[in-house]
């Protein structure tokens, strides 16, 4: 306590204490409005000690992995990460981290306590591969954290490894075929938001949440060009409304695509379609307009989509693209039915619209176009990032090489073998 003085000042106590001389000067931390001389000197101390911890109320050594999750969620990712990608470590974190090895001190933690833990969740739990390396994501990332923070003098989980897997995931990829394509777009010829949300897909190779992040101010009908800008998400639904738009899932994915003749049609019909239901709903007719979201500290993190109310004019305006005949915006969420029918009665099963990504990719790449312009029409800085997740094989297709190959090792030899006969 001799680090802590207690005064009274008036009616109140005041806790005070030196800290870091400032040009040669004496600088002390104080703080009054204290009741009494035992509060006073319960508050100065844990000021004191939050000061020689930099500001934090914990010893790298007492410390619990549980508090250090709590703590890189707070100062790293929910100012550096998208929403979705903090939603998906708060869960592994709740679910699955801190239950296991949470209650461990940082101090406790081995490589080998990291490593047996991926390996029990690996042999106790039927979760994908692309999950565990999710869980495995937020334990190097923590502990990264720690370690360049100096919680840590050393990183446990540097050279941590996922369990190889025996059984191969199933590939849930679907390539459409042209005579898929042209049935569903047939089915929903009448339903325009439905019809031209996938062709744009089928057309671009665009992510679902970047299709329907689109306005109009985004669709450059002078020049050609689709400019790929944002993505939309959503969130627990409230008197606003679910839905927000914000930047594009990497760096790459901020591009402009060429529309082909027959998107730039399509788009151009759909505005002329979009722009009659306007006039016939009149002031039915919803409309919307981009909120600034701040956070905490005063910065705009996001922004959201809110429908406009009365004839108030909004200088941000948000003119989606893909809206329902009234102007209705759904997001995403307007692909739900079209889906079970494309499912149970069109009999297209296990097919999802992100599929339309990679089938545009594998349809460019099976008729020689170079996969450098088709990783950056999708956005994509690495071509292996297009090689291994948006190019698939069929059944057709693997016959084609069979036959294929037949053809190149054809010959005369080989036939009279084949048509030997015993005689």
């Known amino acids: ?35 009494t001389k035992s509060e006073a000197e ?41 929403y979705h990608t903090i ?23 081995t490589r080998a306590t990291l490593q047996e833990f991926i390996n029990k969740i690996y042999i106790n739990k039927s979760f994908s591969k692309n999950f565990l390396n999710n869980i495995k994501k937020v334990i190097k990332g923590s502990f990264t954290y720690a370690y360049e ?33 042209n049935l569903i777009l047939d089915r929903f010829k009448n339903n325009h938001c439905v019809y031209y949300a996938f062709l744009t897909a089928y057309c671009t190779g665009l992510r679902v949440a970047e299709v329907f992040a689109l306005t109009w101010d985004d669709i450059d009908f002078e020049n050609k060009v689709i400019n790929v800008r944002h993505t939309i998400y959503d969130k627990p639904d409230d008197s606003k409304g679910r839905w927000y738009i914000g930047t594009t899932k990497t760096k790459q994915g901020t591009r402009q695509i060429n529309m082909s003749a027959t998107l730039y049609n399509a788009l151009l019909n759909y505005k002329k379609k979009q722009q009659y239901m306007k006039k ?49 915006y759904v997001g995403r969420n307007i692909l739900n039915y079209p889906f079970k029918i494309i499912h149970k009665e069109l009999g297209i099963e296990n097919c999802r619209f992100y599929d339309l990504r990679g089938s545009y990719a594998t349809i460019n790449l099976r008729n020689g176009i170079e996969i450098r312009d088709v990783a950056d029409i999708l956005g994509h800085k690495y071509i292996e990032n297009t090689e291994n997740f948006y190019i698939s094989s069929t059944d057709e297709t693997r016959k084609n090489v069979s036959n294929v190959f037949d053809s190149l090792i054809s010959s005369k030899t080989i036939n009279d073998i084949i048509k030997y006969e015993i005689v």
């Not at 000690?49 to 992995?65: C, E, H, I, Q």
């Not at 549980?66 to 550096?80: P, R, V």
């Not at 708060?90 to 296991?100: A, F, G, L």
């Not at 905490?296 to 948000?318: D, F, T």
């Open 1 to 35: 306590m001799s680090n802590v003085t207690i005064q009274k000042r008036g009616n109140f106590y005041q806790y005070k204490f030196e800290i870091a001389k400032v040009d040669g000067k004496r600088k002390f931390l104080s703080k009054s409005g204290f009741k």
């Open 42 to 82: 319960k508050e100065g101390v844990i000021a004191y000690n939050d000061y020689l911890n930099t500001g934090n109320s914990f010893s790298a050594s007492d410390m619990s992995y549980s508090d250090l999750l709590d703590y890189w969620l707070e100062n790293y990712c929910y100012i550096n990460l998208k």
């Open 87 to 109: 939603e998906g470590y708060s869960n592994i974190i709740k679910n699955h981290i801190k239950p296991n090895i949470g209650y461990f001190r940082l101090s406790q933690i």
């Open 149 to 181: 923070t100096d919680f840590i003098k050393v990183n446990p989980a540097i050279g941590l490894k996922l369990p190889k897997y025996d059984i191969p995931s199933k590939d849930p990829a679907h390539i459409f075929t042209n005579e898929e394509i």
């Open 280 to 328: 016939l709903y009149g002031k039915e007719y919803l409309t919307y307009h981009f909120e600034d979201v701040l956070n905490k500290y005063g910065k705009v993190v996001e922004q959201r989509i809110v429908k406009n109310i009365g004839n108030v004019l909004q200088i941000n305006k948000a003119d989606m693209v893909f809206t329902r005949p009234n102007g209705k």
